[in-house]
């Protein structure tokens, strides 16, 4: 059974960083890429950034390009999401997910990160 | 202002076909696969159609998803009311670097 467990969300001033991770298990972690998407309170989904199988190939939505850093270690099956430079509208549960381009098959439970001063 | 155009709401009765419409343009839809997810309050969406038409195997099969040019729809058959959610499209827009899209979500309310 596939299964993300995202960890790593709380309050946080604006300005100031928090770093996201996302174990994962019962897949060949290494074999497929994955992406985060959030979900501001009440609002849809929105992607925020992917990467390939051996980490080499990242993306990032225009709105975190330059302040997120998505990382891997496959060695360990997780995944992380690196968030410098909080706004307030970077409050939202991450959702890590298993896949890219719009195929995310399976999906963690969220973690909340709040930017509030 | 989401890169593809859901209705923000749609509704109907028991056992009534209810479709939902999804506009995009060519670097998304027009050229990539369309993604349809559902999602209850409180939880993590779940996939209920990739790949443009294909339903994961645990869905049931009153969910059927269709494309033509730059626009996909879902539908959902034999309404019941454990269907009232929040339904996504998704797909990839090879604009610039490339980027993840997602509609603005479609509230459907079965009465």
């Known amino acids: 059974e596939v299964q993300l467990v995202e960890s790593g969300g709380g309050l946080i001033q604006p300005g100031g960083s928090l770093r996201l991770s996302c174990e994962a298990s019962g897949f060949a972690f290494s074999s497929y890429a994955m992406s985060w998407v959030r979900q501001a309170p009440g609002k849809g989904l929105e992607w925020v950034s992917c990467i390939s199988g051996n980490g080499l190939g990242t993306n990032y939505a225009d709105a975190v390009k330059g302040r997120f850093t998505i990382s891997r270690d496959n060695s360990m099956n997780t995944l992380s999401l690196q968030m410098d430079s909080l706004r307030a509208d970077d409050t939202a549960v991450y959702y890590c997910?298993?896949?890219?381009?719009?195929?995310?098959?399976?999906w963690g439970q969220g973690t909340l990160v709040t930017v509030s001063s | 202002q989401s890169v593809l155009s859901q209705p923000p709401s749609a509704s109907g009765t028991p056992g009534q076909r209810v479709t939902i419409s999804c506009s995009g343009s060519y670097p998304n839809i027009g050229s990539n696969f369309v993604y349809w997810f559902q999602q209850f309050p409180g939880t993590a969406p779940k996939v209920l159609i990739y790949?443009?038409?294909q339903r994961p195997s645990g869905v049931p099969d009153r969910f059927s998803g269709s494309k033509s040019g730059s626009s996909a729809s879902l539908t959902i058959s034999g309404l019941r009311s454990e269907d009232e959610a929040d339904y996504y499209c998704?797909?990839?827009?090879?604009?610039?670097?490339?980027?993840?899209?997602f509609g603005g979500g479609t509230k459907l309310t079965v009465l």
């Open positions: 790949r443009d038409n």
């Open positions: 997910a298993r896949g890219r381009y719009g195929d995310y098959g399976d």
């Open positions: 998704a797909a990839w827009d090879d604009r610039l670097s490339g980027r993840g899209v």
